[in-house]
């Protein structure tokens, strides 16, 4: 054993601390936020290694990769904040491939000033969102920019899983007569977020539905392996969503207004803000599409999932060279859903 | 959702639909012109037009705040933002609409203009009042329902003493576009654009009454209904122009009783003509110059007023040549006359203003109706 004395280190002081530019600057007060706050939080055999990267076995399957840069203003929101989005939103895009998530990797960007105690909570948070899942982050990276050159923290997460076999899902492969399923209302994230606006803030009891979707996805692809599409409907909302779908697969698609859920609160903030809730960010959502006679089997695995209670078949695949995406209104008459033009609401995830 | 549910209700729709359809006469046509973008919309979103009977043709109007600022009032936004280098505040659907040499509001805080989204001119005042040591000038645009809160924040600026806002008014006023529709060549000697009715507009009309539309019943003889946004106040709308103008009666009606009145909102009225003044012209894109078409600051409020403050001169800059958004303004063309709509002139990248806003006839109809054009394949 040695006699020599560890260097006495001033604790992180993450109640009172802010983030400086010596955070970012690989020595050891670099070190020691990494050890304090990231690895404290994310603990796990990967991380406790120490090194620049993970060294991870060889899983079995086809490998699906994704990464999700996060943005979201402001960083806490009802129902969630950027770091559980983060983590969400990098298992959502892996999970949409009909994988099983497997490991995240996690890159910061801080700003100058940014008070450790929020971070902290952010890192928790994501921590928290991670080990709920079953998703270790096993490797990271942070840099820290000037004060004013960032917006408190800028969060990108990558995820990596693994296919099961058999399975094959993919944006171009709806078919005319597919039908069009979606697990839940619309929107719920978007007008949450938008809520919490300084320029905007109303009050409203609505909450996030920010949440990782591989549970519902094994559960229906176990029930249901010929589901062809997967998609979850954030930036832009369902309607760009579907658009997307259709032109990659080169179909178009109908839709039944009052088809699609959407929460009251949902409805009265868009209707007053002049929003559509069909542009509206999710964060806890998904579409599937699936062959006709499979949607009635899917449509009850989904609902016997938490996340997938409020499923509901909203459309169906035609044929379309145009790969219009159009929609029967409750009205009684019949419109595009176009592609999002411009920004409806600006940095939301 | 209560109070809007009811105003959309499908099965009330389609009675009104089978009302509509057994009252026209189907050897006449019924050319409806809706003035208001709002009105544009509604009929698009809702898919409207697909419960009229053929004979009923609905012909968009000029009621765009957007699609009616010409690019040289645009350009004053731009120098502001990069020349004069102040906080510029504008309403959303104002950042898109093209400018000269390419550009937009847009397109100008990305060049480093501080160019803000605002949704209120009282937002525009708090920044003012948050940031003093820079100069916040609101833009403020749209016709008779925007022109209040402007009117109010310049008269809480003079009251606050604030030095550092202004406001570059572009607010336009309805009668004027309307007179000019109906004094124009097409509708007075061409004949080819008939017009038998009008909507009459929902937000606007809650201020100005619907008494300034008596002038238009009784002298040149087109009905008027005036009707909220929703899209059963348009079709009941349709339904009494098509009465009026099978009974050959000229009237002003009002559908929207629960908002409008004869006179509309007096204090409204009065706190306007307190602070504005009409200015003797103004250009209008697609109408041209307007005589008594739009409001400028009053002298006493002129330290205000960001056109006197930063010495700006609006100039009359042409549209973009193959851009019929004149004529579709005027109701001559329909966006699919349009050479460069949906190809060049798309939502992402309008060449004309009416596709930059969604109470643009070419931003409605792109992203609503254009499948209609283009039928589908069947299955």
């Not at chain 1, 909570?121 to 960032?150: F, L, N, Q």
């Not at chain 1, 760009?240 to 929460?263: C, D, F, K, R, Y």
């Not at chain 2, 609409?97 to 708090?126: F, I, Q």
Request: glycine share 10%.
């Amino acid at each position: 054993m040695s006699g020599v004395r560890a260097d006495y280190v001033r604790p992180l002081d993450i109640k009172h601390g802010r983030v400086d530019l010596s955070h970012g600057a690989g020595g050891r007060a670099m070190a020691q936020l990494v050890e304090q706050l990231f690895a404290a939080a994310f603990h796990n055999e990967w991380l406790a290694q120490r090194n620049d990267q993970a060294l991870l076995p060889r899983p079995e399957g086809r490998i699906v990769m994704s990464t999700d840069c996060h943005v979201v203003s402001p960083l806490f929101f009802p129902g969630g904040d950027i770091g559980c989005l983060s983590v969400h939103g990098t298992i959502n895009d892996v999970a949409m491939a009909g994988a099983r998530p497997l490991y995240l990797a996690a890159g910061f960007i801080l700003e100058e000033g940014f008070a450790l105690a929020d971070l902290k909570r952010i890192v928790d948070s994501m921590a928290g969102a991670a080990c709920e899942a079953g998703v270790p982050i096993v490797t990271g990276d942070t840099k820290v920019v000037e004060a004013g050159k960032g917006d408190g923290v800028f969060i990108t997460t990558t995820g990596v899983g693994v296919v099961p076999s058999g399975i094959t899902i993919s944006g171009d492969r709806a078919r005319p007569g597919d039908r069009i399923v979606l697990s839940g209302t619309v929107g719920d994230h978007g007008m949450a977020v938008m809520s919490q606006r300084e320029s905007l803030a109303f009050g409203t009891d609505l909450r996030s539905d920010t949440a990782a979707l591989h549970g519902l996805v094994a559960a229906m692809i176990d029930a249901v392996p010929e589901v062809r599409v997967l998609r979850d409907p954030t930036r832009g909302g369902l309607a760009t969503t579907l658009n997307e779908i259709a032109a990659q697969s080169g179909v178009g698609m109908v839709i039944e207004e009052a088809a699609v859920p959407v929460q009251r609160q949902v409805q009265a903030a868009c209707e007053f803000l002049g929003l559509d809730p069909l542009y509206v960010a999710n964060e806890g959502k998904l579409v599937a599409i699936v062959p006709a006679d499979r949607a009635e089997r899917l449509l009850q695995t989904m609902r016997a999932h938490p996340l997938g209670r409020q499923a509901a078949p909203i459309g169906e695949v035609i044929e379309d060279a145009h790969h219009f995406v159009q929609m029967r209104t409750r009205f009684g008459g019949k419109r595009n859903v176009d592609w999002l033009a411009g920004d409806q609401l600006p940095r939301i995830c | 959702m209560k109070y809007i549910d009811e105003f959309r209700d499908g099965r009330l729709a389609g009675q009104l639909a089978a009302a509509i359809a057994a009252e026209v006469d189907p050897g006449r046509s019924y050319n409806l012109m809706e003035f208001c973008g709002g009105h544009t919309h509604a009929i698009s979103r809702y898919g409207v037009a697909d419960l009229l009977p053929p004979v009923v043709r609905m012909v968009h109007g000029p009621g765009c705040p957007v699609c009616v600022l010409p690019i040289g009032r645009v350009d004053l936004g731009v120098a502001l933002a990069l020349e004069h280098r102040v906080v510029l505040c504008t309403y959303g659907d104002c950042l898109r609409v093209p400018a000269s040499n390419g550009l937009s509001l847009l397109k100008a805080k990305a060049r480093g203009g501080d160019v803000r989204m605002v949704y209120s001119p009282a937002d525009a005042l708090k920044v003012a009042q948050a940031e003093p040591g820079r100069e916040v000038v609101f833009f403020a645009i749209g016709f008779e329902t925007t022109t209040p809160p402007t009117a109010l924040v310049i008269q809480q600026a003079a009251r606050l003493g604030l030095k550092n806002f202004s406001v570059v008014c572009n607010h336009v006023l309805t009668p004027a576009a309307i007179t000019n529709i109906l004094e124009s060549p097409e509708v007075r000697r061409l004949g080819t654009l008939p017009l038998d009715g009008f909507i009459g507009p929902a937000h606007v009309s809650t201020i100005i009454g619907s008494r300034p539309y008596e002038f238009f019943a009784e002298e040149y003889r087109k009905p008027v209904v005036i009707a909220g946004f929703e899209p059963l106040d348009v079709m009941q709308a349709i339904l009494m122009l098509v009465r009026q103008i099978n009974e050959g009666r000229a009237e002003v009606e009002n559908e929207f009783t629960r908002a409008v009145t004869r006179d509309g909102n007096l204090k409204a009225q009065a706190l306007v003509s307190e602070v504005f003044e009409l200015r003797r012209s103004f250009e209008w894109r697609g109408l041209g110059v307007v005589p008594y078409s739009a409001l400028r600051i009053r002298e006493a409020y002129r330290a205000f007023d960001a056109e006197s403050r930063f010495g700006l001169q609006a100039k009359t800059v042409a549209d973009n040549k193959a851009c019929e958004c004149g004529a579709i303004l005027r109701g001559v063309k329909h966006p699919r006359d349009c050479k460069v709509f949906g190809t060049v002139c798309t939502p992402e990248n309008p060449i004309g203003s009416c596709m930059v806003s969604s109470e643009g006839a070419c931003a409605a109809y792109y992203s609503y109706g254009r499948f209609r054009e283009i039928p589908v394949v069947a299955v």
